[in-house]
């Protein structure tokens, strides 16, 4: 008896150091203690304290550890660790750890999390957002741009350059706005409202390209020369990476340059012939700077001994000789400028090369430090802002269409749906606030840009997707009255740009993830690389040991964590929200523990089974994407009206948290393992649900009423009401329709018939003659009308109007339709009236 109470404290002891991962040294003198009651109680013998010593003894000698224990260790290491391509050791190198290194520690630090300041803007940038980026709002016809003038107006143009929206990022001391990333993601948000032309427009030139380069790496004569020119809109930058062949493996450019002499301007000069082959580069056909990625060469060695000098980025002016560019594709018939850039041995001075010749190869590593920062920013920004007005309109709507005498927002099924695009937009910008500042605190969140870039994109579609059902015809109908089918179309684009979806989730979140985010990974890495023997000796060592250190206290911990449901873990809050805290560090140590099974079990072998990578990606992304939205609650001042958005957005991720985590271990390379896995992490099956029907209804609600917490969900979107708006329009309708609401019913109970809800100047007409109504509210219900038409109305046109191609001939049918400028309001086509 005496001996399995011992044994029992001797588990326990192991346990709890390795719960609290104590260091290795006071875990030994734990342990040695309970040896030591061992032997008063005459349970531990001389065997036993020989086997004891035979383990702690070696692990706390540092000097023979590392000799005898680490070093064979070392040598098997270098032997099956896979090479790592340059290009990959410079996307590891680039960006920075941030929230996402917590979250793979297994034990995140919610204090942490909490103290991350909340983004604000500057009276500047509010300033910006109410006045220029209304204004650049009001002066867009969707339905102009899209199908007339298959761009923005000139006057469009001339007032973005004109007021800076191309140089956002741009410094002050070069003319820029210099503003933070956190307004650009609320200008693009607002801006995306009014479609993906206007916003890929502005989008662009402050993301990934000549600007964010030069400001980092030019030289002070580039950055003199361009800054203040781009800043002032004289300049229309767009980079090219991507040709033909080299799509999503954009390390593979097949495009050249060649160092060599030449006549640059009448003088010889040295510089490089350039052949190269690019498509689908947004702003191209109208640019006037070409950022340009290719492989530099130096077969004469005129730079130095290296022939293959690597990736490199120049700038070459739009009018430079030989350059083919002006042609346009048409991405999905979302007109926005986007073409392709041809060149065949066009020979420019080195000095076209950003940051001078001594970046000549650098290339690949500025666009990798660039674009872990772009990621966080423009396709986030552009989906949450999207959704956002998504919401807005798809609320009103369902509230104003009624079907079978019920607003159709009313029916459970639309209900479903509706809580999709409200708890995925509560989350999409509480991710969105969250990674600007992240970036705005200097960090470059390579990690989490990829998980911003993946998640929002594909959120949108999601949301994007339940609206148009939600819309039915109205959202299928294209027209000036139309504010979902450009959005609708446009989403595979935000899919494909900036690392397409399916690459970036099967290999880019974890891919990186498991490298940078890991505490010891990399650690381990570096210092097997390491060319000076004893420093790499010492460095492995500690790496390894507090690697292995972290995977033994990984196994108790998630064992403790999952036979208790983590309800003794540590929460910042005791009130609702504190479960999702305690889940988020249960998945969080799942993770870390799954981690080092996969990579022990798989080795290099894991980068190529993506969808294990895939799945442990989306456990790491899902906890990111809930720790946003716990301190968005939190720094919205935990509003109880926000309640079921902040439970929908944590419920349906915790969800799918749990789906990712099943599906690794269902698929899980080794049965054996993945079923001991799942004994560890889950012995008792799936906990997590996804959100119910009543919560469903509750948001359904929230995007039906005007309220201070569907306020807050759509703020910042562009609101007036005003002619030309047609979102705007619909919130007034939305308020007007629900203050008819108990009009309708005072007029059906007196005249003892439950009407329609349509043709609501006739009710009105029916009220006054009953005497249930006055004047103003007679007016009212007929104001209401033509908003609720113009609300479910869609547009018609001639068949000549959507021809591109006129009829020639004085005989064909020469029909004229009547000029259109909004939406026809004929008469309710309703099947109600
Ligand atoms: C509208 C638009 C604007 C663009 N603007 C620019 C621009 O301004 N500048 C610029 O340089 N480029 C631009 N691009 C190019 C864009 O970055 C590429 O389209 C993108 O990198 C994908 O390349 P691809 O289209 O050739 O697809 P492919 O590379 O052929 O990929 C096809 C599919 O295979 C998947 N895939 C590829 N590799 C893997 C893998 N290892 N594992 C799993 N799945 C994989 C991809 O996810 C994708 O689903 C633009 C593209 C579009 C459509």
Redesign the pocket.
């Known amino acids: 008896m005496h001996g399995l109470l011992w044994l029992l404290l001797l588990v326990a002891t192991i346990g709890s150091v390795s719960y609290l991962r104590l260091k290795l040294i006071n875990a030994t003198i734990a342990i040695a203690a309970v040896m030591l009651i061992g032997t008063f109680t005459g349970i531990t013998g001389l065997f036993s304290w020989i086997l004891f010593l035979a383990i702690a003894l070696p692990l706390n000698m540092e000097s023979f550890r590392r000799q005898n224990i680490t070093l064979p260790i070392l040598k098997i290491y270098k032997k099956i660790m896979p090479e790592m391509s340059r290009t990959e050791q410079e996307a590891i190198n680039a960006g920075t750890v941030w929230w996402d290194g917590e979250i793979f520690s297994g034990k995140p630090d919610w204090q942490k999390l909490h103290s991350i300041p909340q983004p604000r803007l500057t009276p500047e940038e509010q300033a910006f957002l109410d006045g220029p980026v209304d204004e650049a709002c009001r002066m867009l016809d969707e339905w102009q741009v899209n199908h007339k003038l298959a761009d923005l107006p000139p006057e469009l143009w001339q007032f973005l350059k004109d007021n800076k929206f191309f140089a956002m990022i741009i410094k002050k001391e070069y003319g820029g706005l210099q503003f933070s990333s956190y307004a650009q993601s609320r200008v693009l948000q607002k801006l995306s409202a009014k479609g993906a032309v206007l916003s890929s427009t502005v989008g662009?030139p402050n993301s990934l390209g000549p600007g964010e380069l030069l400001q980092h790496y030019g030289t002070p004569e580039q950055q003199n020369h361009y800054l203040p020119r781009l800043a002032e809109g004289l300049e229309i930058p767009?980079?090219?990476?991507?040709s033909p062949d080299a799509?999503?493996?954009?390390g593979a450019i097949p495009d050249s340059g060649i160092v060599c002499k030449g006549t640059f301007e009448g003088k010889e000069v040295l510089g490089m012939k350039l052949t190269f082959n690019?498509r689908?580069?947004?702003?191209a056909p109208v640019a006037t700077v070409v950022g340009l990625a290719f492989k530099l060469y130096d077969p004469e060695h005129l730079l130095g001994e290296e022939e293959n000098l690597g990736i490199t980025c120049a700038l070459i002016p739009a009018d430079t000789k030989g350059l083919e560019i002006g042609n346009r594709h048409f991405?999905l018939n979302v007109p926005f400028q986007?073409g392709p850039v041809r060149g065949k041995d066009i020979f420019v001075p080195l000095d076209f090369i950003i940051g001078g010749a001594d970046m000549a190869g650098q290339g690949w590593r500025m666009l990798v430090e660039c674009l872990s920062v772009g990621r966080c920013i423009t396709l986030p920004s552009n989906s949450a802002g999207g959704s956002k007005t998504v919401a807005m309109a798809t609320g009103a709507y369902a509230r104003i269409r009624r079907q079978f005498k019920l607003p159709i927002g009313k029916m459970e099924g639309i209900e479903e749906m509706m809580a999709r695009i409200g708890g995925n937009t509560y989350l999409m910008d509480a991710v969105t606030s969250m990674s600007t500042m992240g970036v705005d605190l200097g960090e470059k969140p390579s990690v989490i840009g990829a998980i911003c870039k993946y998640h929002l994109t594909e959120k949108a579609r999601n949301v994007m997707e339940a609206a148009m059902d939600i819309h039915g015809g109205k959202g299928i109908m294209l027209g000036p009255n139309n504010y979902l089918g450009r959005g609708y179309q446009s989403i595979p684009?935000g899919i494909?740009?900036?690392?397409?979806?399916?690459?970036?989730r099967?290999?880019m979140i974890y891919g990186q993830g498991a490298m940078r985010c890991h505490p010891y990974v990399l650690k381990e890495l570096y210092a097997a690389n390491n060319n000076d023997r004893a420093e790499s000796l010492k460095e492995f060592d500690q790496a390894l040991f507090g690697h292995i250190g972290f995977a033994i206290s990984n196994v108790f911990r998630a064992l403790w964590l999952s036979l208790t449901g983590a309800i003794f873990a540590k929460a910042p809050f005791s009130d609702e929200t504190a479960g999702y805290y305690r889940s988020m560090e249960r998945f969080s140590t799942n993770l870390a523990l799954l981690s080092d099974v996969s990579m022990g079990v798989l080795g290099g072998e894991l980068k190529r089974r993506?969808r294990l990578s895939a799945r442990l990606g989306d456990m790491l992304s899902y906890i990111y994407l809930a720790s946003t939205v716990l301190k968005r609650f939190d720094d919205e001042g935990r509003q109880q009206e926000d309640l079921p958005l902040m439970h929908w957005a944590m419920q349906d991720s915790l969800h799918k948290l749990e789906i990712a985590q099943e599906e690794l271990l269902q698929n899980f390379p080794s049965n054996a393992l993945g079923m001991l896995l799942k004994v560890l992490v889950s012995p008792f099956g799936k906990k997590y649900k996804r959100p119910s029907d009543a919560l469903d209804h509750q948001i359904a609600k929230i995007l039906q009423t005007p309220g201070t917490s569907r306020n807050r969900l759509i703020q910042g979107q562009y609101l007036t009401r005003e002619e030309g708006n047609v979102i705007g329009q619909m919130e007034q309708t939305l308020e007007d329709v629900i203050a008819c609401e108990p009009l309708y019913d005072k007029i059906c109970k007196a005249a003892n018939e439950r009407f329609y809800f349509t043709q609501l100047d006739e009710l009105a007409k029916k009220g006054l003659e009953l005497g249930v109504i006055n004047q103003q509210e007679a007016e009212l219900l007929t104001r209401t009308e033509i908003g609720r038409l113009q609300a479910i109305n869609v547009d018609d046109f001639s068949p000549e109007e959507l021809m591109v191609e006129k009829p020639k001939s004085p005989k064909a049918p020469a029909k004229k339709a009547p000029a259109k400028k909004k939406a026809t309001v004929k008469k309710a086509t309703d099947s109600e009236s």
């Open positions: 662009v767009c980079f090219a990476l991507t799509g999503s493996d954009a690019k689908y580069i947004t702003l991405p986007n684009i494909t740009v900036e690392g397409a979806n399916i690459l970036t099967n290999m993506e």
